[in-house]
T-cell receptor, first 111, second 114 residues
């Protein structure tokens, strides 16, 4: 399993763009990069997933450089409700495979 | 939007008692999972279940734990003899069968062992 490293915490203000970078130096060829979000006392929620280049959905963008050894989750114009823990996961994505969570990045958004 | 549901939301039990945590996965999903999160710690995988059998389990999932899909909709986690250290939030999740399919998590059951 590829080990991931991400900042423990980040602070931001409402309306700013937030970029959270995750390092995964030993990512395997068939691994995907997935980000989950978790609010206090709730289960994790899928945000976005990618394999290479850029992926965008209604919530976030995911930037993956050509070497795939890192990825950046971009949250445009954050609001107070984006305060949560964000997890970067790397795995082959096969159905039934365990998700291995690290400590994640605690994002605090202030007004 | 379909969602995973879990009952009860909070369960308090005495050490040594058996508890059953219940989950209703999303109806067309084929894979089911249990995770737990001790307060202030990271989410930990316990077990995955497919086609009426365990497909993967972690070291945490010892003989005190069991899972079952007793009918077409419910998925349960049983802890036979609870310990103080079993106190945690337990999350059920489900996913489809596509490659890199996302897992949908339920709201969790907070288990408190006294």
């Amino acid at each position: 399993l590829a080990k991931t490293t991400q900042p423990i915490s980040m602070d931001s203000y409402e309306g700013q763009e937030v970029n959270i970078t995750c390092s995964h130096n030993n990512i395997a060829t068939n691994d995907y990069i997935t980000w989950y979000q978790q609010f206090p006392s709730q289960g994790p929620r899928f945000i976005i997933q990618g394999y290479k280049t850029k992926v965008t959905n209604e919530v976030a963008s995911l930037f993956i450089p050509a070497d795939r050894k890192s990825s950046t989750l971009s949250l445009p114009r954050v609001s107070l409700s984006d305060t949560a823990v964000y997890y970067c996961l790397v795995g082959d994505g096969k159905a039934g495979t365990a998700l291995i969570f690290g400590k994640g990045t605690t994002l605090s958004v202030s007004s | 939007e379909p969602e995973v549901t879990q009952t009860p939301s909070h369960q308090v039990t005495q050490m040594g008692q058996e508890v059953i945590l219940r989950c209703v996965p999303i109806s067309n999903h084929l894979y089911f999972y249990w995770y737990r999160q001790i307060l202030g710690q990271k989410v930990e995988f316990l077990v995955s279940f497919y086609n009426n059998e365990i497909s993967e389990k972690s070291e945490i999932f010892d003989d005190q734990f069991s899972v079952e899909r007793p009918d077409g909709s419910n998925f349960t986690l049983k802890i036979r003899s609870t310990k103080l250290e079993d106190s945690a939030m337990y999350f059920c999740a489900s996913s489809g069968a596509r490659l890199a399919d996302e897992q949908f998590f339920g709201p969790g059951t907070r288990l408190t062992v006294l």
